[in-house]
């Protein structure tokens, strides 16, 4: 059965050249002609990237910090023992103690949008790790939600860090703020974002990295973007 196409998605494509190769300029311009709804859409990036996730050294995993943020009011939790709770809540974590947020993930019970652990509360963490990593909520150094130094963790989640994880199909999806932000806000998230995405690069990677991308709204069609472009953003 196929899928119904309202109205308002149709005048979005009739608006627009859904088939045109985009530049990362014209993307920006054009993707904020889409915003068609009463809220205040995100702004997203689709990316297939040419890695074997099955793979473990073709696994891109990462994170980065946006320069003029995603837009979202991120919720934290954090999970440490002693002087390190106190410092995650003086830096503004929402949630912040040991084995009682366990005692409540394992409930399921999480009213967090990221979460941060010490170390030495991983052991701890891990037993509820069948519930957080389907969410995509499991702490992980490599996107800095794994440390000791907790009130940078928290100042780095709400204030615009984005963590992305290849699929296994090697897609990447990412919000990069909101249609509402200056066309410059969101050129310079999106060259940020880019950046970050050339960089995780795996050594085994062979031919064109990036196969594919494109940037869309919340609700709106996609819009290609040029991939031999993006490449060459170091």
């Not at 608006?15 to 889409?34: N, P």
């Not at 915003?35 to 990316?47: H, N, P, R």
């Not at 005692?103 to 999480?110: L, R, S």
């Amino acid at each position: 059965m196929s899928r119904k196409i309202s109205k308002r998605y149709k005048d979005l494509i009739s608006k627009l050249d859904v088939e045109k190769i985009y530049s990362a300029e014209e993307v920006v311009a054009s993707v904020k002609e889409l915003a068609s709804l009463k809220f205040d859409e995100t702004v997203e990036i689709s990316m297939k990237l040419n890695v074997d996730p099955k793979h473990a050294d073709q696994m891109v995993r990462g994170s980065v910090i946006l320069p003029s943020g995603t837009g979202k009011t991120v919720r934290v939790a954090v999970i440490a023992k002693d002087a390190k709770v106190d410092e995650a809540k003086k830096a503004g974590a929402d949630i912040a103690g040991g084995s009682e947020i366990i005692d409540d993930i394992a409930a399921g019970k999480m009213d967090f949008d990221v979460l941060i652990a010490t170390p030495d509360m991983m052991g701890m963490v891990g037993k509820v790790g069948r519930t957080l990593g389907p969410k995509g909520l499991m702490p992980n150094p490599k996107t800095g939600t794994v440390t000791m130094d907790v009130a940078k963790a928290v100042e780095n989640a709400k204030g615009g860090q984005v963590n992305y994880r290849v699929d296994k199909h090697g897609n990447i999806h990412a919000g990069i703020g909101k249609v509402g932000f200056s066309k410059e806000q969101i050129s310079d998230n999106l060259m940020t974002f880019i950046k970050s995405i050339n960089k995780q690069k795996p050594a085994s990677s062979k031919g064109r990295y990036i196969k594919s991308a494109s940037l869309s709204l919340t609700m709106s069609p996609a819009l290609k973007m040029d991939v031999l472009e993006l490449l060459e953003i170091k």
